[in-house]
């Protein structure tokens, strides 16, 4: 069936209207990315050309995606809202609180064991506000996403970094915090500045063991994790139309990965393909009347050098695999030359685990690759020398490989394990036996993230990034320096085999099948439904108003900490053990900035108490600070806030007490979290200046009663010895998000605006 039809024709219907209406205001052809933006803008038609990185807009999504981690703050946030249903299709989806460890079915039901009341939280709130829940074990969001509501030429945010994947079917989509949800759910207009365009030419056609995960992997490597930063990434070229929708899926999801805002392609006949084969054929006819709109002007890609911001070429004819990694998923390496580099680099080269799945890779077409170098490899007598584990994207795809063989494949290594339909280890979601011990070790994944302690909590683990069919081929062999093109591996009769190329299917031939796919359709009206929230739960807390600013000017600050280095969203909130307290504020808050590296002793969780001088643990320093009523700031080094989109990490320091987060540079996502949630976002005017801040010091705001767009701040460090630096900050709030400040939140002003 296809959700939203209707909305889906209405989107179309003003297409050409508003396509035109933005040709004559930018006056020129116009990429996809433009097209999109332009027709979803709030006010309609264009009346205005708008800056590229510089003019803030507001925009009308046409749905909104949530997953159960993120989801929980954001429907406590949604009911303070005052709203009887959300104003556009909304879904929920549960596949981030269900732990790996012995297989699908057992894993499976402790996680709805443990997390009951979560679920029924979720599956309540959802019925109410006539929001979509996909169960535990429907399979993780990005691919159900895909699955069922991704369409060529929307726009969708959704609660999580990932929301990319649906760039794969030509969207906009795009990772927001919880508070930007809730605007949308709760019928307003939705803030962006304008992104830049980065256009990736592919030309040539990829073979062999190359896939589309080598695509980004390459990319992420040119980008590097910052180089996406407040842009669009738009693929085109005849090598964009080779790729399977599915695999134009995983290169949009990654595109997190470099920062980027989003990514997408255009319409083609492999999305035509997937759409038809997913059961959503009427999308395909709608799309297919207005063709020319969703995708890029041929004049854009004849000429991209005109119309992009930066250029990049890839020809697929060339590429080689990649494994990207450790501890960061830019540093990309051919497969061709990671021998050298590990070994220069003192990288272990064997392997205990190789996993396939996460959002990024874990559709039909992935497992069927994969599964064919397993049976090649059985059938040549090699038996594995690494645990290999796999999480299928939805349980639609999981039955229909299970109907194929393709799991059947995976079982003939007597070490396979089969997890749920769920994001498990690659949100450090793994109960990974020994990983407590912190022994050094490499493992191999498809996922896309590999940040130290990310998959299984031990610091030690180095994780590399690959498609599937690598992943398969590197548990075969145990080694990471295995390069399936050049070497050969012993069997059991002695014989030195080489692997054949990987083979797949774009699409099951027979057609997807599925028995349940876990949705849980809401109410038509949902007034009668109760939503219970205990208060003396550990798990869920209703949440209570920030307080709004007084008006004066921050004095006799603590610098709570100074973060060194790469600090994601995963150090300051982690995931792991601590996602059973997502719907918790206060509970959660015991991990806040946990896993920051202190710039002023290279230790984690260690920070001195400017109260008494003593060494603690940093929510708990921060606790005291509250309780003694005194304000303090966080200082933090480039790309702060990279990775996830989780809006803990904004909301955490908040409810805390911290102030002020100023830093050298942010993320996007997270900068705009901070915003939402009434904090001070700030950057160094002078980046040096990081370089001037002391453990000891006391900060005062100059001039924060003149806060203004495009006003720097002045800040006064006045350090233990009675001398003082003065620092210049500088900031991108603009008016809307200066009363988000003054009034304490966005959803503050948002409550006060109803009244």
Known sequence: MTFDIDMIKKVYERYPERISAARQVVGKPLTLSEKILYTHLWEGNATQAHERGNSYVDFAPDRVAMQDATAQMALLQFM??????????????????????????????????????????????????????????????????????????????????????????????IGVGGADAVDVMAGMAWE?????????????????????????????????????TGCIVEYFGEGAESLS?????????????????????????????????????????????????LTGDAEVYANPEQYFDQ??????????????????PDLATPVSEFRAKAEANGWPLEVEWALIGSC????????????????????????????????????????????????????????ARIFTNACGPCIGQWDREGAEKGEKNSIIHSFNRNFAKRADGNPNTHAFVASPEMVAAVAISGRLDFNPITDTLTNEAGEQIRLDEPKGSELPAKGFAVDDNGYQAPSEDGSHVIVNVSPTSDRLQLLEEFPAWDGKNIEGAKVLIKAFGKCTTDHISMAGPWLKYRGHLDNISNNMLIGAVNAYNMETNKVKNQLDGSYGEVPAVQRAYKAAGIPSIVVGDQNYGEGSSREHA??????????????????????????????????????????????????????????????????????????????????????????WFKAGSALNLIKQQEN
């Open 80 to 173: 303070q809202a005052g709203k009887t249903k959300v104003a556009v299709p909304s879904t929920a989806h549960a596949d981030h609180l269900i732990q790996a460890k012995v297989g699908a079915d057992k894993d499976l039901q402790e996680g709805i064991n443990k997390n009951s009341e979560v679920f029924n939280f979720l599956s309540s709130v959802c019925d109410k506000y006539g929001i979509g829940f996909w169960k535990p074990g429907a399979g993780i969001i990005h691919q159900v996403v895909l699955e069922n509501y991704a369409f060529p030429g929307g726009m969708m945010i959704g609660t999580d970094s990932h929301t990319v994947n649906a760039g794969g079917l030509g969207m906009v989509a």
């Open 192 to 228: 962006l500045k304008m992104p830049k365009l980065i256009g990736v030419k592919l030309t040539g056609k990829m073979s062999g063991w190359t896939s589309a995960k080598d695509v980004i992997l390459k990319v992420a490597g040119i980008l590097t994790v910052k180089g996406g």
């Open 245 to 293: 929708a599915t695999g134009k899926g995983t290169i949009c999801n990654m595109g997190a990965e470099i920062g980027a805002t989003t990514s997408t392609f255009g319409y083609d006949d492999s999305m035509r393909r997937y759409l038809a084969s997913t059961g959503r054929q009427d999308i395909v006819d709608a799309a297919d009347q207005i063709a020319e709109h």
């Open 311 to 328: 250029l990049i070429e890839i020809n697929l004819s060339e590429l080689t695999p990649h494994l990207n990694g450790p501890f960061t």
């Open 360 to 415: 990024t890779n874990s559709s039909y077409e992935d497992l069927s690759r994969a599964a064919s170098i397993v049976e090649d490899a059985v059938a040549k007598g090699v038996k594995p020398k690494a645990i290999l584990g796999i999480n299928p994207g939805s349980e639609q795809v999981k039955y229909t490989a299970e109907r194929d063989g393709f799991l059947d494949s995976f079982r003939k290594f007597e070490n």
């Open 650 to 739: 904004a909301m955490e320091p908040r409810h805390l007490g911290v102030k002020a987060v100023l830093v050298k540079s942010f993320a996007r996502i997270h900068e705009t979290n901070l915003k939402k949630q009434g904090m001070l976002g700030l950057t160094f005017a002078n980046e040096a200046d990081y370089d001037k801040i002391q453990e000891d010091d006391t900060v005062n705001f100059l001039d924060l009663e003149q806060f203004a767009p495009g006003k720097q701040l002045t800040l006064e460090f006045v350090h233990a010895d009675g001398s003082k630096d003065i620092v210049m900050a500088n900031h991108t709030y603009n008016d809307q998000q200066i009363e």
